[in-house]
């Protein structure tokens, strides 16, 4: 089993920044990547950026490439979510998780533990 707690949500203003935490603990040997996804109020969860845990290979949605990078803190078991220039629709609750089995790391269901989420506000 996998835990995950998901830090630094928040309200922030157009334009500015905010750094999400996520730290795993329990059998964090086991796990292959990890990710971050959101949902916004009446939208379905969406994918947001991924990392590999050993290799640090990342990848991003379109609408956050270039604003949010992924960094982690291996020795700490902590992913990070690096959001700036942030608009108003990255307003969302965020989803920090975890898959086990190696693989693509843009679809919600493949992945096998889940945080509880952090709201993000970003304010016109």
């Known amino acids: 089993q996998v835990q995950l707690v998901e830090s630094g949500g928040g309200l922030v203003q157009a334009g500015g920044s905010l750094r999400l935490s996520c730290a795993a603990s329990g059998f964090t040997i086991s796990i292959y990547r990890m990710g971050w996804f959101r949902q916004a109020p009446g939208k379905e969860r969406e994918f947001v950026s991924t990392?590999?845990?050993?290799?640090?290979?990342?990848d991003y949605a379109e609408a956050v490439k270039g604003r949010f990078t992924i960094p982690r803190e291996y020795a700490k078991n902590t992913v990070y979510l690096q959001m700036n220039s942030q608009k108003p629709e990255d307003t969302a609750v965020y989803y920090c998780?975890?898959?086990?089995?190696?693989?693509?790391?843009?679809?919600?269901?493949?992945?096998?533990?889940w945080g509880q989420g952090t709201r993000v506000t970003a304010s016109s």
């Open positions: 998780a975890a898959r086990v089995v190696p693989g693509d790391g843009r679809r919600a269901y493949e992945y096998n533990y």
């Open positions: 990392i590999t845990w050993g290799g640090g290979t990342t």
